[in-house]
């Protein structure tokens, strides 16, 4: 089987879900070698094998860590030129599609971003227009190089044989133009990383405020999801940025979408619409969300949100 390169996305060698949901969506089309850079490869090994990485890739010269971004594309860049394999598959963050965007550049490929589904000959599909359109998308010049939303592919565990294979890094000067002062660690709240999330709760306009959102993360806490919130929320400061929902901040694609007050703005839909199940909680009727959900209800979230929160409180006593 052709070989696929998958781009391990991890924190000190702690695996995101996203890789595990991307050497099982590799597997469907070939046979997937997971490549690491960055520290703590030791405590990626056994995980990466276990869903299906047949090499492991670890390029962990503490250069890697002085420089954002580009040292991952030439290494990656270095792997093409050596393995030739039949595409390059990388997460689809805001990190991976810069990764993805330079890579293409040094290899003269071309890129699918936010592919949602891969079929044997490499064609991916794709929402486009704000999620009006659902296309089949094919590079057609070089390798292929694809990322892939978070939360697309059910992640299966599936034994590989796990061959380490070192890599000697060989960064250009271009690599080393902007490099990495200082690294603040952000709290880890009990909550799950809204990318990676199965079920997101978020909170728009409807919620009137910052402490409108207390609500929002009483359901979410009841349910174990992460919190999102629109864009207007968190223009408005009633939310941290990071949790923005849409086509300019993050986009997720979990299991269970609840929309708590927010309208469903072309920007906002094109960020959350490709999630399994969608409710929705809404006084306006004729809020275009509605047109996406796959269970609405029409009234005031301040009343309907406590109810079920304390319902799903009751039968999970």
């Known amino acids: 089987m052709a070989e696929i390169l998958v781009l391990v996305e991890h924190v000190d060698g702690a695996v995101k879900k996203v890789t595990l949901e991307l050497l099982t969506l590799a597997r469907s089309v070939g046979e997937p070698s997971a490549v690491f850079v960055g520290n703590g490869a030791d405590n990626a090994l056994a995980t990466l094998a276990e869903y299906g990485a047949a090499n492991i890739y670890v390029a962990s010269d503490a250069e890697v860590e002085k420089y954002p971004v580009a040292p991952t594309a030439e290494v990656l860049a270095q792997l093409v030129g050596a393995k030739s394999p039949a595409a390059v598959l990388i997460p689809s963050t805001a990190e991976g599609k810069e990764v993805a965007g330079r890579l293409a550049v040094k290899l003269n490929s071309g890129v ?33 190089i694809i990322t892939v939303r978070p939360n697309s592919t059910a992640p299966e565990a599936a034994a590989g044989a796990g061959t380490r294979e070192d890599v000697t890094i060989e960064l250009s000067e271009a690599a080393k133009k902007a490099t990495i002062n200082n690294k603040v660690e952000e709290k880890q709240g009990a909550r799950p990383e809204l990318a990676e999330a199965a079920i997101v709760v978020s909170g728009g306009r409807g919620v009137g405020g910052a402490e409108g959102f207390e609500v929002v993360e009483a359901l979410a806490d009841s349910l174990g999801a992460a919190v999102g919130a629109s864009r207007a929320a968190t223009d408005a400061g009633w939310y941290p940025h990071q949790y923005q929902v849409g086509q300019t901040g993050k986009t997720v694609s979990p299991q269970l979408y609840i929309a708590n007050g927010i309208s469903g703005a072309i920007q906002h839909r094109a960020g959350m619409q490709t999630s399994k199940t969608i409710v929705v909680v809404n006084k306006d009727p004729e809020a275009p969300i509605f047109e996406l959900a796959d269970y609405g209800v029409v009234g005031d979230l301040f009343n309907v949100v406590p109810q079920l929160t304390e319902e799903i409180g009751k039968r999970k006593g």
């Open 112 to 144: 699918i971003t936010d592919a949602v589904g891969l079929v044997d000959d490499f064609q991916a599909t794709q929402s486009i227009f704000g999620g009006n359109v659902i296309v089949a998308s094919k590079v057609k010049t070089g390798t292929p």
